[in-house]
């Protein structure tokens, strides 16, 4: 379905794809979450919130809970001592890929020149 096809029909956004769309991947952190493990294929939770940075582990933990409840990152623990835990994307939000693609080619194509 496209935007047209509810054009004057919505009258909450959340019942719309668009507003599903937005439940799984909204917030401040969930895109650059998507984005670092589809550069990165595996990663362990602590080299994610070295890369991401601003984020504290708290917010990390609970974005990296609700994508796995999305079905959108994989969690696997390793039973040893320290503990080893590490994430990556399903086939599912692999299929977003190419919407983070073209959201880079905008960037690219409006980001103010330095």
């Known amino acids: ?14 019942d719309t794809p668009f507003g599903y769309t937005l439940s799984v991947i909204g917030g ?7 984005y670092l493990l589809a550069e990165n294929q595996t990663v362990r939770f602590n080299d ?3 890369q991401i940075g601003a984020i504290t582990f708290k917010t990390l933990s609970s974005q990296l809970k609700e994508l796995e409840a999305d079905g ?5 623990e390793y039973p040893q001592v320290p503990p080893k835990v590490e994430y990556s994307l ?5 299929t ?6 073209g959201l880079c080619e905008w960037g690219v194509k409006n980001q103010p020149k330095t």
């Open 1 to 14: 379905m496209s935007m047209a096809e509810y054009k004057g029909k919505v009258k909450n956004v959340q």
């Open 72 to 76: 959108m990152v994989t969690r696997k």
């Open 28 to 34: 401040k952190w969930k895109m650059v979450i998507i």
């Open 96 to 101: 977003l890929l190419p919407v983070l693609e």
């Open 48 to 50: 994610l919130k070295r």
């Open 90 to 94: 399903t086939e599912k939000a692999e």
